[in-house]
């Protein structure tokens, strides 16, 4: 078994343990009482949501701006940026950790592509590898690196409250449509132990003869969650899910001074207890229930052995989201 804090660290959480067992205790207690409270407000506003009109569209393409994997030539973050083009518009989904790594703005200038391209941005959720980096999530500010170009009043949707420069910050409540002819799912919540109460939305488009594409940032509410929002949206059949799913099992995408930090944050446990295969054998057989053709997954949440499980247990195609790539659907 692989460690999550390098023992390098041992000594220093021993010597810190007289304040940092009291933290953990008392964080433990918010953490449950917002666990209990994340699945009644999802739970209402999944019943209280109402069917949306989706356009029928023929035409989603994604291309991958910065992922944790990569095509040749392409730089590699364990943050998402995804720019989708229906023949309705564009949607920028997420900004990576923005201006902190090089990877947004290097693989931008190999695409050629500019912000100006984009119609609106949408930011999944207020994550440092969502929303541009630890100083945006500090500041709650949004900034894209200079060489995208500067924004020139476009949306920017958002499920909390933070400024985007350049931008038109909304705030996205519930489902709705928003630009190209894609939705959002609405904010939905999960409780999480180091990071608190996450608001997190993700996107549904109709695609002609095929169904739904549901695309996620981290996929925090987790998918099943995700999926009872999109049942309520559409009685469309679930043709296509993408993004991220959050399945740091035996390693973290995202580390830092020994620190395999998705393993430990984001996971919707306690620090003292781990993602399991047993969770993931749970959505695996969920996802197999409402059958997708294709599931196109992000490697920057999820580990090479959830990934491949995913691959191997999956019904539906499976492709893992690479950086440079482009996907139709
Ligand atoms: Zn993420
Ligand atoms: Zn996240």
Redesign the pocket.
């Given at each position: 078994m692989s460690y999550r804090i390098s023992p390098l660290w041992w000594p220093v959480l021993a010597l810190f343990s007289p304040i940092l067992l009291p933290y953990l205790l008392v964080k433990n207690i918010r953490f449950r009482k917002n666990l209990q409270k994340s699945l009644e407000v999802n739970r209402e506003r999944i019943e209280g949501a109402e069917t949306l009109e989706l356009p029928q569209l023929d035409h989603f393409e994604l291309t991958v701006l910065v992922e944790h994997k990569t095509s040749p030539g392409f730089l590699g973050s364990p943050g998402v940026s995804y720019f989708i083009k229906t023949e309705q518009g564009s949607l920028l989904f997420d900004i990576g950790f923005g201006k902190e790594t090089p990877a947004l703005s290097e693989n931008a200038g190999k695409l050629g592509f500019t912000i100006k391209d984009a119609n609106a941005l949408l930011i999944?959720?207020l994550?440092p590898?969502?929303m541009g980096g630890f100083k945006a999530v500090r500041k709650m500010h949004i900034t894209l690196p200079e060489e995208m170009g500067a924004a020139s009043g476009q949306p920017c949707f958002m499920p909390g409250e933070a400024d985007a420069e350049g931008f038109r910050a909304e705030l996205v409540t519930k489902p709705r449509l928003l630009v190209a002819g894609i939705a959002s799912t609405g904010p939905l919540v999960r409780s999480l132990f180091l990071?608190g109460w996450?608001e997190?939305q993700a996107i549904v488009a109709r695609l002609k003869d095929k169904g739904l594409v549901v695309f996620t940032?981290?996929g925090?509410p987790t998918i099943e969650t995700i999926l009872q929002m999109v049942r309520q949206i559409s009685d469309e059949p679930i043709y296509a899910v993408g993004g991220?799913l959050?399945f740091p099992i035996t390693d973290s995408p995202f580390k830092k001074l020994g620190i395999k930090a998705q393993m430990i944050w984001?996971t919707g446990k306690p620090p003292w207890q781990r993602l399991t295969d047993e969770d993931l054998t749970r959505t695996i057989e969920n996802l197999n229930a409402v059958a997708p053709r294709h599931v196109l997954l992000s490697a920057h949440?999820t580990c090479d052995h959830a990934i491949d499980r995913f691959r191997n247990e999956l019904e539906a195609e499976v492709d893992v989201l690479k950086a440079g790539g482009t996907y139709v659907l």
């Open positions: 999944s959720h994550h590898d969502h990071m996450t997190e940032g981290c925090h991220g959050h984001g949440d």
